[in-house]
C-alpha cells in the first residue's frame, strides 16, 4: 500500500491499530516476530583466512606455485635418487623464495582487501536509540529496534524518526531529511493525502526512518521498519551494488592469464624439448638429467612470469595515493588511483558537493532598490551594493532579524557555525553583513526600547511567521513568508521610503519575484503592520497577518563553491563531462548547472525522477550521453543513470555527501565521498574521500590518474622487455646448446631460477616502482580519456619485443663467449646474469619515455638514480659473498669481467634510441 495516497483513517485501518490505544505489548511482541527488529541487515563477511588465500587464484600466483612443485619434486629427486644434495639444496633454496614472494604477494593483497567497508554498520548507528510509543494506551519509551508496523510514536524537535511514518497529526513540525534528498532545508510535514505520482523528497505526509525533527511536534503511525523503509532500500542497493574492478585491473589481469598460458606452454615444451634432445643424443633417458632439465624448466616459468608486477604495481600505485593525498585527495582502494585518469563521466551531487549545502542571501530588494550581496556561506562578511537606486534599506533588515529565533556563533577554530532553520540563518548572516544583529537591536538604551511580546510560529497551512514588537511604546507586528501568501495579506508596498498600494504596484512585485526565480533564487518576504496595544496583546493570527505593508524580499540560494567553474572547464577541456545529478527542483539544478558551466544554455534538458520512472531501462540508455541535469532523484535513480552511462563503456565517477548518495557511489566505477560535510556512510561507501570538499580536488585527481597510469605503461614495458630477455635467453640455451661447450653440460641453464628471482625482485623491479615518481610526458589534460577496452600494451609491443631480443642475445652470447673461455657453470652463469642486470639497469632510463633516452633529462628523477645505484651494487655483491655464491650459484669475476658486463650491456640501449630518435626527427 502507498501510505500516502491513503487517508490516516485509511492507514490505521490498514495497518490494525486504534488511534488513542496504540498497539498491545502482546502484539507488539507478534509482529516483532513477524516482522523481525527495526534494523538494518548487515553484509556476510569474508572471513580473514579466505580474504587472505584469495590471491592465490591470480594466474601469476599458479604458475608461481607450480615452479615450487617442480623445485621440490626436483630436489626430492636429487635427494632420493641422484644424491646430488648441492644441486637438491639449490631447489629447496629455489622453492623457498618462490614462496616467499607468493606470501608478499598475498599479504599485500590481504592488506588492501581488509580494509573492510562499515557502510552498513553506520546506518545501523543511526537506529539506536529510544522513541515515545503508545502501547497499550500509554506514552513509553521504546527501543526504537523494537519498533514494529503499527506502533503510533511521538516525536519533537532533535528527535530522529525510527521507521517510515504516516504522519497522523502535525503541529509546526518540520524534518530534515537531507540523508535522503540531499537538500539541506526542513521539509513542512502535513497531514493531507497525496497523489501518487509524488515524488520521495514530495511525500510531505511522511516520515522517514534517519531524519531529524528540525521544529514542531508531530504523532504518527509507523508503516514500515527496518530493511523495508527508505533508508532500508539504500542499504539493501548497497549489499547489491558489486564493486566494480577498475580499468587498471582488468588490463592486468587479462595479461596475466595470456602471460600464464605462455608460461606454462613454455615449460612444457622445455621439459618435453630436452627430453627428446637427451633421447636423441644417448638413445635413453639418463635419470641424472632430469633434475638439470627441471632446473631449465623452473627458471622459465619464473623468466615468464613478471612475479613482481603485483609487489610493483601496488607500490606504484601506492605512491599516487600519496600524491592523491598531499593534494587532499583520501584514496582508499590503490587500484581506484588509475581508474581516475581513464574517467569519461564525473556524475555529481549538487548540495555540499558542486554548492556549498549554505543558503545565503546573494540578492534583495527593498525599498524600491535591488542589492547585490557579496560573501557566501555562515561568515558575516561581505559588501552590500546598490545596483539600482541608493536608498536605505535598514528597515528591511531590523525586520528579518527580529522575526528570527536563528543565530550564528564561532566555534573553537573561530569558524561560524549556524544553528537554528537554514533560511533564518540566511537572513541573520545577511544583517550582520550590515552590522545589524538581534541581541543589539533589543539591547536598551536611551535611543531604542525593543520588546518581543509574541511570537506566531512557522505554519505549513499559512506559510508564514510572525512576531509582535512593542518598540519605544509602539506595537508592530512583523511577518515573513512565501512572496505570494504575504501579497495576499498586504496592503502596501514600501518604495522610495513611501508606502505605496499594492493594487497600483503588483506588477513591480511580481516582475521582482519572476527576476529571482529565472535565477533559480528561493524567495522570502518581509512585512510590518502597525498595531493598537490590544490588537497586538489579544488579536488573534488572522487578525495580526493581515493589512501588511511588504518591506522588501530575499533572494536566496545555496551559492556554487567558487572553485567549481573553472576545474568544469578544465575537465571538459580533458574530455570529462560533468553531469548534475541531485534531488532538488529542475529549475534550481538547471540554473546552477548553467553558472557552473555544466551546461551552455539557460534552457538546456533537464530530466526529472518522474520522467525517469516512467522509462525503461533502453529510454534511459538513449538519453545519458547527452543529458547533463537530472533532478528531484531518488537514490535508485542515480544508480539507474550510472549503470546506463557504463553501459556506453564510460567510465563514471560518482560524488557525493548524502546516505542517498551511497548506493550510486558502490555502483560507479570510482565513488567519490566529501570528507568533511559527507556522512560516513557515503565514506566507506567511496573509493575516494575528499579531505576538503573541494570540487578542484577531483580535477587534480584525474591529472594523477592519468598520471600513474602514463608511469604504470612505463613500468610494465620495462618488466615485460627484461621477462623476453630472460625467457630467451634461457630458451636459446635449451635449442642451441645440444653438446657440451666446455665445463658446461647441454642441459645447464644459461641462468639459475634464482639468478631470475632476483633480477624480477631487486634489479629490475626496485628501479622501476620509482617510475611511479616521474613527472608526465606533456600536458595530460589537453588528452582525452584513454579507451580502457585498449590494452594496456597497446602501442608498446613492437618496442618490447625488439628491445627483449636484443637484450636476450646478447645476455646468451655472453654465456656462450664465457663457457667457450673454460669457466665453471658458476662463472658462466654469472656473466649472463651480470650482462642481463646492466642491460635492464641501462635500459630503464629509456623505458622513462614514450619517445626516446634523449627526450628526457636523465638524473631529473633522483629516487631512480639511488635505485639503479642500489641495484647495480648488490648485485655486484651477491657475485661476491659466499653465502650467495652457494645458494645462487654465482661466482666472483675478474676486474676486467665487471667493467665489461657493466658497460657493454648499455650500446643496445643507446643505439637503438639513437636509431629511433634519427628516424623521429627525419619524420
Known sequence: MKFYTATTKETLKNLNVERTMGLSHKEAQRRLAQYGPNELAQEAEVSKVKLFFKSFKEPIVIVLLVAIILASFSAVYDFKVTLNTSHAWASV??????????????????????????????????????????????????????????????????????????????????????????????????????????????????????????????????????????????????QGSKTQKTPIEKNVNALAKKLMFLAGGIIVFTILYDLIKEYLATGTIVLTKIPEILSSAIALAVAAIPDAMPVVLSIVLTIGATMLARNNGL???????????????????????????????????????????????????????????????????????????????????????????????????????????????????????????????????????????????????????????????????????????????????????????NDALRTLAVSVRQVDKATALHGTVADLEKDLTILGIAGIIDPPREEVKASVANLNAAGVHVVMITGDHGATARAIAYQLGIVDSKQAKVIEGREIEAMTDEELFQVVPDTYVYARVSPEHKQRIVKQLQKHEAVVAMTGDGINDAPALRAADIGIAMGINGTEVTKDAADLVLLDDKFTTIENSVRAGRRIFANIRNFIRQELITNVAEVLSLVLGVILITAPIGNISETTPTLTALMVLWVNMISDSLPSFTLGYDRPEGDLMKQGPRDTKQSILAGMLPRIFVRGTVMGLMVFLAFIWAAKQGMQVSEAQTVAFLTLVFGQLWHIFDARSNKTLFSRKPFENSRLNLAVAFAATSSILVTLMPFFNKVMGTAALSPTLYLAVIFIPALPTFILSGIKAMASKRA
Open 93 to 238: 633454496y629455489e622453492a623457498i623464495a618462490i614462496a616467499v614472494i607468493i606470501f608478499v604477494n598475498a599479504f599485500i593483497s590481504f592488506y588492501q582487501a581488509n580494509s573492510a567497508r562499515k557502510s552498513l554498520a553506520a546506518l545501523q548507528e543511526m537506529s539506536h536509540h529510544h522513541i515515545n510509543t503508545l502501547r497499550d494506551g500509554n506514552w513509553q519509551p521504546v527501543d526504537t529496534t523494537q519498533l514494529v508496523p503499527g506502533d503510533i510514536i511521538n516525536v519533537k524537535m532533535g528527535d530522529f524518526i525510527e521507521g517510515d511514518v504516516r504522519w497522523l497529526k502535525v503541529s509546526e513540525l518540520q524534518v530534515n531529511e537531507s540523508h535522503l534528498t540531499g537538500e539541506a532545508d526542513g521539509i513542512n510535514k502535513i497531514t493531507e493525502v497525496l497523489a501518487e505520482d509524488a515524488q520521495l523528497g514530495d511525500r510531505k505526509n511522511m516520515g522517514f526512518s534517519g531524519s531529524t525533527v528540525v521544529n514542531g511536534n508531530g504523532i504518527g503511525v509507523v508503516v514500515t521498519t527496518g530493511m523495508q523503509t527508505e533508508l532500508g532500500k539504500i542499504a539493501d542497493l548497497l
Open 331 to 517: 584514496i582508499k582502494s590503490l587500484s581506484s588511483v588509475e581508474t581516475l585518469g581513464a574517467t569519461s563521466y564525473i556524475a555529481s551531487d549538487k548540495t555540499g558537493t558542486l554548492t556549498k549545502n549554505q543558503m545565503t542571501v546573494v540578492r534583495f530588494w527593498a525599498n524600491n532598490a535591488t542589492f547585490a550581496v557579496e560573501g557566501r556561506g555562515y561568515d558575516p562578511l561581505g559588501e552590500i551594493t546598490p545596483l539600482t537606486n541608493d536608498v536605505p534599506y535598514q528597515a528591511f533588515l531590523e525586520a528579518a532579524v527580529l522575526n528570527n529565533e536563528a543565530e550564528i556563533r564561532q566555534d573553537e577554530t573561530q569558524n561560524w557555525q549556524p544553528y537554528g532553520n537554514p533560511t533564518d540563518v540566511s537572513l541573520v548572516v545577511l544583517a550582520a553583513k550590515a552590522g545589524i544583529t538581534r541581541s543589539a537591536l533589543l539591547e536598551k538604551n536611551d535611543d531604542q526600547d525593543i520588546d518581543v511580546i509574541r511570537l506566531l510560529p512557522f505554519d505549513s497551512k499559512r506559510k508564514m511567521m510572525s512576531v509582535v514588537i512593542e518598540k519605544n511604546g509602539q506595537y508592530q507586528v512583523i511577518t515573513k513568508g512565501a512572496p505570494d501568501v504575504i501579497l495576499t495579506n498586504a496592503t502596501g508596498i514600501m518604495l522610495d521610503n513611501v508606502v505605496k498600494p499594492v493594487a497600483e504596484y503588483r506588477k513591480k512585485f511580481d516582475s521582482k519575484i519572476l527576476e529571482f526565480a
